[in-house]
C-alpha cells in the first residue's frame, strides 16, 4: 500500500501557488502581471499552510474588480490520485476554500463567472461619498479614490461586502468575519473610479475599514476602529492613511462622539495611527514646541479630545512622539530631559508593581514568589533601555514621514 510519505515532494506551499488577480476586463484572465499572493494561508489551509497532491498546482482566485463577484478554479499537471492508483487522494483544494466563503457568492465555472464581468460597468459604490483623492502615479497620471460610507441598512451592500471580507482570511493575521446584522457596525469603502476601454467611468473596490459605534452614557457613543485592509494592488498609495483621516473627520463633526479608539492595532497600524494623530495635533495650540517643552498637560488632553476625540492614551503618545519632533538632539540637556520623560511613562507599570508589594508586607502577606517573578533593579534598567530604544526608533521613523 502507498504510503503518503513516498510523495513528500507533492505537498506544496499555498503562499506560492494560490494566485489572486482582481479582473476589469476579460484580458485580464491571462494577464500574469496583475498576480498577487495571499500573505497568508493558515486560517485556510491549516498552520502548515501546504496544499497536498499535486504536481505543477495553480490556485486561481479571481475577483471582478469592483462588485467582487468570485471565481475559483485548479489547474495542475498531475495528481497523486493517479499516481497512487488511487490509493492515496489529493487535497480538495476548492471545497476547502470554498468554506470560508459565503453561501452561493462565487463561481467554479469561467464562463459563467465572465458573464457576471459583462455587468461590472454598472457598480456604483453603496453609501455616501464623504472624501475623494487624487494620486499622481510614477508615470504622471492621476488616479482618482473616492470614499464611501455605508451601514446595515442597505441589503444589497451587506452582500457585497460578504464578498470583500473573504480577504482578510488571507491578508489579516487572526482575523475573522464581523456579523454584519449589527447595526453597530459602519462601514468606509474605498474605491478608484478609473475609465474602461470605452472611455467610460467604472469603479474597482481598493479596500475598506470596519467601525463599531460603542455607546457611551447618557446618549454618546465611541467609535472604534476595528478592521483594516487596503488590497495588495493598492498598497503604498495613501490609501490606509486616507482612510483614518476620513473616519476621524467623518466623527469629529458629531458632537455626541466621546472619542475615537483603535481595536488591538497591530503595530503598522498604530505607526500609521501616530502619524495621522500628530500630524492634527500639531496644528494645535497646546501642542506648540514652546508649550510641549515644558511637559504633558491636561489641557493637551482636553484640547485633543474635543477637537480630535483622541483619547487620553493616545494623546500621550502623540506628545511624546512630537516632543521628540521638536528636541534638539545635540543639546544634551534637553535630549536627557526628553528620555527621561519617556522612560518614566515606560516604567510606570514596574514601580506600581513595588508599590503593591510594599502595601501587601505593610500587611504582612507572603510575597516572596511574587518578588521572585520581577527583574532586579539592574535587570530593569537594562529592559527600560531596550524598551525606550525601540520606542524612539518609531517615533524617529514616523517623524521622517512627518518632515516628508
Not at 485580464?28 to 495571499?38: E, K, Q, R, S, V
Request: proline share 3%; hydrophobic share 35%; with cysteine.
Amino acid at each position: 500500500m502507498a504510503q503518503i510519505q513516498e510523495y513528500q515532494d507533492l505537498v506544496l506551499d499555498a503562499l506560492e501557488v494560490v494566485d489572486f488577480k482582481l479582473i476589469r476586463d476579460k484580458g485580464d484572465i491571462n494577464n500574469d502581471a496583475l498576480i498577487f499572493h495571499p500573505a497568508m494561508a493558515h486560517q485556510i489551509f491549516g498552520e502548515s499552510e501546504t496544499i497536498f497532491g499535486y504536481k505543477d498546482l495553480h490556485v486561481r482566485v479571481l475577483y471582478t474588480a469592483g462588485p467582487l463577484h468570485i471565481y475559483l478554479g485548479v489547474e495542475y499537471g498531475n495528481r497523486v490520485n493517479e499516481i497512487s492508483g488511487g490509493e492515496i487522494k489529493a487535497d480538495d483544494v476548492i471545497s476547502t476554500i470554498a468554506q470560508s466563503l459565503p453561501d452561493g457568492c462565487y463561481f467554479i465555472n469561467l464562463d459563467e463567472f465572465l458573464k457576471t464581468l459583462d455587468k461590472a460597468d454598472k457598480f456604483q459604490p453603496f453609501g455616501e461619498k464623504v472624501n475623494e483623492y487624487t494620486r499622481t502615479s510614477d508615470d504622471g497620471s492621476e488616479r482618482l479614490f473616492e470614499i464611501y460610507q455605508c451601514d446595515y441598512k442597505i441589503s444589497s451592500f451587506l452582500k457585497f461586502f460578504s464578498r470583500l471580507q473573504t480577504f482578510v482570511l488571507w491578508f489579516v493575521d487572526a482575523a475573522s468575519y464581523i456579523d454584519t446584522d449589527d447595526p453597530q457596525w459602519s462601514f468606509f469603502v474605498c474605491y478608484e473610479k478609473y475609465k474602461n476601454n470605452d472611455g467610460q467611468w467604472q469603479y474597482a473596490t481598493a479596500g475598506y475599514t470596519t467601525v463599531y459605534e460603542y455607546y457611551a452614557y447618557p446618549q454618546n457613543k465611541r467609535p472604534r476602529i476595528s478592521q483594516m485592509l487596503i488590497l495588495p494592488p493598492f498598497q503604498k498609495l495613501g490609501l490606509a492613511t486616507k482612510l483614518v483621516e476620513t473616519i476621524y473627520k467623518f466623527y469629529q463633526s458629531q458632537k455626541n462622539v466621546v472619542d475615537i479608539t483603535v481595536e488591538d492595532p497591530s503595530e503598522d497600524f498604530q505607526r500609521l495611527r501616530n502619524f495621522v494623530d500628530a500630524r492634527f495635533c500639531k496644528n494645535l495650540k497646546s501642542f506648540s514646541p514652546d508649550i510641549i517643552s515644558k511637559g504633558f498637560t491636561k489641557e493637551m488632553v482636553r484640547e485633543a479630545r474635543e477637537t480630535l476625540k483622541l483619547n487620553p492614551r493616545q494623546v500621550r503618545k502623540v506628545y511624546e512622539l512630537l516632543r521628540l519632533y521638536y528636541t534638539n538632539l545635540n543639546d544634551e540637556r534637553e535630549y536627557r530631559a526628553y528620555r527621561l520623560e519617556v522612560k518614566k511613562r515606560l516604567n510606570a507599570v514596574y514601580y506600581k508593581q513595588l508599590k503593591d508589594l510594599k502595601k501587601m508586607e505593610r500587611y504582612k502577606m507572603d510575597t516572596e514568589m511574587l518578588r521572585a517573578r520581577l527583574p532586579t533593579m539592574k535587570q530593569r534598567m537594562d529592559q527600560l533601555q531596550e524598551e525606550y530604544t525601540v520606542v524612539e526608533q518609531d517615533y524617529q521613523n514616523t517623524i521622517a514621514k512627518l518632515k516628508a
